[in-house]
């Protein structure tokens, strides 16, 4: 698949990946209220996230490679909504594009294979959490038919101030 100039391969991550998907988040840890996370995190303190991550199941982790330099651009997840029984038919899904790499279509490709991996799974809807303000997640998700069903207000605080979370479901 053509990115850009690029080309990009989409396959499932492996623990090969740890230092570069612990990179790519641990720039949105420090630099951006996108994720809720206040402190850099260890490959080895990140290696449980990517094991909960299997090559099948419901819980997957998709990675973007350059073709030619094989290094990571991005990632997609879809992860546990919930812990209690009844909501194993949902899922809460995510994408991080290295810092370097977003507006080329990245995630575009990470979503569109993760929804292909997930369409023979017993799953009914995924979710999606916004930190707000974010144009760029909100035109992806909305792409990927997911609908906007609400905002929780402040409801995180990070580098001194708090931040809405709108909230956008999506059939599956």
Do not use: C
Request: aromatic share 12%; glycine share 8%.
């Amino acid at each position: 698949m053509s990115v850009g100039s690029a080309e990009v391969q989409v396959r499932p991550g492996v623990e090969a990946d740890l230092a570069s998907l612990t990179d790519i988040y641990n720039h949105y840890v420090r630099e951006t209220p996108i994720t809720f996370d206040t402190a850099v995190f260890t490959s080895e303190e990140r290696r449980p996230w990517l094991l909960s991550h299997p090559e099948d199941g419901p819980h997957r982790l998709m990675v973007a490679v350059s073709s030619d330099s094989q290094r990571i651009l991005g990632y997609a997840t879809s992860s546990a909504f919930r812990a209690k029984p009844a909501y194993g038919t949902s899922v809460e899904v995510s994408v991080y594009i290295a810092p370097d790499a977003g507006g080329r279509g990245v995630g575009t490709l990470l979503y569109k294979a993760l929804f292909e991996a997930l369409a023979d799974q017993d799953l009914h809807r995924a979710y999606a959490g916004i930190a707000q303000p974010n144009e760029a997640s909100t035109r992806l998700h909305e792409r990927f038919g997911f609908r906007y069903v609400g905002t929780y207000r402040e409801v995180g605080r990070k580098f001194g101030r708090y931040w809405d979370v709108a909230w956008y479901e999506k059939d599956l």
